[in-house]
């Protein structure tokens, strides 16, 4: 049996993380099977539909490269892909129940008549062995007065159309699955094989994550930096797991990796924190000119010199934390000096008078270093010396390090005075005495 997933999306708004792990797995078991993955729309309830959306949906899949084998823009053997245009398909569905006797006319719309209320019992690749009874079932509308089929009856209907055999959906389909095997049973078709996907939870880990909680727009985090193999790597972690201990993956170790049996039941709790360290360990495998270009990129000209680049990236998990650090002033002491205070010079309970003798000190082993060789190692090598004879090393690097920069939690201060070059290091360091 050749694999078919699909994705199949509402356009009634924007896509956050939950939307998307669904479309992620489906496109992982696909891949992995040498299956094909379908994207789907299901536009049907044209009372919710939102505009925008649709462009939305396939910006988002696209940032994630989540390509899809069948579906908008790509075309397939089952096309169209979007509901609003299968109408015709679904009259001929109609039909086929309508002659069976499973149909009926009420008012408008055409309703389904359950055949029997019995227990309903059912394999959940994720959660084993399921059953619902008659508390679930009830005659419920297929086509509605406008023309327009339900969901109930238009997913049915594409994916035996589409071939589709398995399907990724959330939790809250459960209790209407018996309705949905109702109709599989009245056409005489047997159902694709589901994989219930657990919640994912908000920062609290009680609840399920909601717009209220924290629920972004996904294109968001594109704006926010993130690289899309480092989202997919943490987003596959959001209720899954590889069975070991590894946590970084690239793609197609995700792909050789995945398996629908070690999705977890239980909810998966939203991390941002671990979304960082996801993506600062996948900058960490960026060829260094790539790294150099972004960070340049987006810094204002004034600030665009290359050895500022190590003291930047050190400091940052996403591309979009250079843009925190600019709007926070962080880098300011770079292109102009620092306001600086007496009492934030001095370290601990050191004498002033000991303070200004140290940074004197400094201020006479740093002119003894050239022009030419004045680099972050050798500002090291001579600043070192003179605190390796203090009683306390803070009292001379806590100094230099606020003189320079106007912070007591600045990056190293020696490479800042390497950058800053020797006439002006040395000029704060005067001020400052």
């Known amino acids: 049996m050749r694999v078919v997933t699909r994705f199949a999306p509402s356009p009634t708004g924007f896509m956050h993380i939950g939307s998307v792990r669904t479309a992620l797995y489906a496109w992982l078991w696909a891949k992995k ?48 892909y979007i509901q609003s245009e299968r109408l015709p398909i679904y009259r001929k569905y109609a039909e086929r129940l309508r002659r069976a006797g499973h149909i009926y006319a009420d008012g408008d719309a ?6 029997e209320k019995k227990r309903w019992h059912w394999h959940d690749i994720v959660h084993g062995e399921l059953s619902a009874g008659e508390e679930a079932l009830e005659d419920f509308i297929l086509i509605k007065s406008n023309g327009y089929p339900t969901y109930n ?86 209720g899954w797991n590889p069975g070991d201990d590894r946590e970084i993956f690239s793609r197609g170790e995700l792909i050789r990796a995945f398996e629908l049996e070690r999705i977890q039941k239980s909810g998966a709790q939203m991390n941002e924190e671990k979304l960082d360290w996801i993506n600062k360990e996948h ?34 998990s996403k591309w979009g934390d250079v843009k925190t650090m600019l709007g ?18 001095i370290y601990k309970n050191a004498p002033a008078e000991k303070i200004s003798e140290n940074l004197k000190l400094a201020v006479a082993a740093l002119k003894n270093i050239s022009e030419n060789n004045f680099s972050h190692e050798n500002i090291k090598s001579a600043l070192t010396l003179i605190a390796q004879n203090l009683k306390n090393r803070g009292e001379l690097l806590h100094p230099v390090r606020y003189a320079l920069s106007g912070s007591d939690k600045s990056p190293d201060p020696f490479i800042i005075s390497e950058i800053l070059g020797k006439n002006e290091t040395i000029q704060r360091l005067e001020k400052a005495i």
């Not at 055409?110 to 055949?115: A, C, D, E, G, V």
């Not at 919640?199 to 009680?206: E, Q, T």
């Open 328 to 345: 926070a002033g962080e880098l300011d002491f770079f292109i102009k000096r620092p306001e600086i205070k007496k009492e934030k010079l």
């Open 283 to 316: 900058l960490k495998k960026l060829p260094a000119e790539e790294i150099k270009n972004n960070i340049l990129i987006l810094l204002p000209e004034e600030l665009r010199n290359e050895k500022i680049i190590p003291l930047i990236y050190e400091r940052i």
């Open 33 to 80: 099977n040498n299956g094909s993955f379908i994207l789907r729309i299901e536009d049907t309830d044209k009372e919710r539909e939102v505009a925008g959306s649709l462009k939305h949906i396939i910006e988002s899949l696209k940032w994630l490269s989540l390509d899809w084998d069948e579906g908008p823009n790509v075309g397939g053997p089952h096309k169209p």
């Open 153 to 238: 009856f238009a997913h049915i209907v594409d994916d035996i159309e589409m071939e589709v055999t398995h399907v990724m959906r959330g939790e809250e389909f459960i209790s209407s699955t018996p309705k949905f095997l109702s109709v599989y049973e009245a056409l005489g078709v047997l159902p694709p094989k589901y994989a219930t996907l657990p919640h994912i939870l908000g920062p609290s880990g009680k609840k399920k994550l909601s717009k209220r909680d924290g629920a972004k727009d996904l294109l968001l985090y594109k704006e926010e930096g993130y690289l899309p193999d480092a989202f997919i790597n943490f987003l596959a972690l959001l």
């Open 110 to 115: 055409l309703r389904f008549k359950i055949p």
